[in-house]
């Protein structure tokens, strides 16, 4: 194994300090490992999401090729939103409702005859 020295910034010394401290490692040496490996797993895991990316992108670029897709439609787009919101907005009305008639009907019960 290789030693090398390095030179840390306060805050990055103190945060090796704190995971000794906190038992999860034995020494220096096994924070900046565990540093690097999660760096380069990290790395690795940007590289795979790039690729994926690249591949949808050339799956699609395809499909408009082949006139497989049709052009988005901003105004339908915006209706079915707006509808959506204006369902959900009726539905919480309609939940605010029921609490409201069961909290009357509550109280009705609860008046002296």
Known sequence: M????I???VELDN???GYLESGLYGNYSEVIRSAIRIMLEV???KHVR???????LQKS?????RGEVTPLNLAEIKKEVDDELAAEELRRENERNDRQWKAGRQNY?????
């Not at 790039?50 to 591949?55: A, F, K, V």
């Not at 019960?109 to 005859?113: E, F, G, Q, S």
């Open 61 to 65: 670029l395809a499909q408009v090729r």
């Open 2 to 5: 290789l030693t090398r020295n």
């Open 50 to 56: 790039l690729e994926m990316i690249r591949q949808d």
């Open 43 to 45: 790395r690795e895991q």
């Open 7 to 9: 030179s840390l910034p």
């Open 109 to 113: 019960r609860h008046m002296p005859k």
């Open 15 to 17: 945060a090796v300090q």
